[in-house]
Nanobody
Framework: VQLQASGGGLVQAGGSLRLSCAASGRTVGSYNMGWFRQAPGKEREFVAAIASSGGSTYYADSVKGRFTISRAIAKNTVYLQMNSLKPEDTAVYSC?????????????????????WGQGTLVTVSS
């Protein structure tokens, strides 16, 4: 599968953005899909994931209640709706897909479990 992330940009603190991750090839429903981000000078970190089976969602504590991951099977696209953005959300956001069995939050946040990655899209939140 090939992934194409889009939707990044410059937004003021408190604003919203919606990122999209369009997939070509197999349906996004076949994969566990994740969003990760990497801020300048920092390590890549998990943001959110949606399970292939059942569509359960998982979030990093830092974004819980503000971000929502969803998928549109018909459009073969995964979204990350980001509300109440903060300057510390500034980062390059990347989507990823993986086929793995996972019984809980812990493994969804491990980037090594994802086999396919899209290019990143930059989100900049000004204060």
């Amino acid at each position: 599968v090939q992934l194409q992330a889009s939707g990044g940009g410059l937004v003021q603190a408190g604003g919203s953005l919606r990122l999209s991750c369009a997939a070509s090839g197999r349906t996004v429903g076949s994969y566990n899909m994740g969003w990760f981000r990497q801020a300048p000078g920092k390590e890549r970190e998990f943001v959110a994931a949606i399970a292939s089976s059942g569509g359960s969602t998982y979030y990093a504590d830092s974004v819980k209640g503000r971000f929502t991951i969803s998928r549109a099977i018909a459009k073969n696209t995964v979204y990350l709706q980001m509300n109440s953005l903060k300057p510390e959300d500034t980062a390059v956001y990347s989507c990823a897909a993986g086929i793995f069995y996972c019984s809980g939050y812990g493994c969804y946040q491990s980037f090594s479990r994802y086999d396919y990655w899209g290019q990143g899209t930059l989100v900049t939140v000004s204060s």
